[in-house]
């Protein structure tokens, strides 16, 4: 009876994934990623329950991860600047989607925060565009 866990050392020895070394990644590669993200920050703005807040903020903290965890991994000099500014917005509207359900009152600084956001990612689409 072999052991089925003894093949796995070997498969980590390979890359995760067949993308260029970091340092070596083509804008088109980077925009890529920002378009991909991008469209799923827009997507979850359709899907907010406001019969739900713990539920919606439980998604955009996710989604902030998630987007902080693709555009780090975007090594183009060109893109990476903006595209990490856009990250750190979207952790800032997260954290500020914690702070209005925790207390509702707070809610007067949406606009900015979502003039913010909208902002970031225009930055970074305007840099792929250029």
């Given at each position: 009876m072999a052991d089925g866990g003894t093949t796995t050392t070997?498969?980590?020895t390979a890359p995760a994934t067949p993308s260029a070394p970091a340092g070596d990644q083509t804008k088109a590669e980077a925009c890529d990623i920002v378009r991909e993200q991008f469209q799923a920050v827009s997507g979850a703005g359709s899907t907010v329950n406001s019969s739900d807040p713990q539920a919606t903020?439980?998604?955009f903290k996710q989604l902030a991860s998630d987007v902080?965890?693709?555009?780090?991994?975007?090594t183009n000099e060109e893109i990476a600047p903006s595209a990490q500014k856009a990250s750190g917005a979207l952790n800032d509207y997260a954290a500020y989607l914690e702070t209005v359900v925790a207390d509702p009152s707070k809610a007067s600084g949406l606009s900015d925060q979502i003039s913010t956001?909208?902002?970031s990612f225009t930055e970074a689409a305007t840099?792929?565009?250029?």
């Open positions: 070997q498969e980590t903020l439980t998604a902080g965890t693709q555009f780090s991994s975007i956001l909208q902002a840099a792929c565009a250029g």
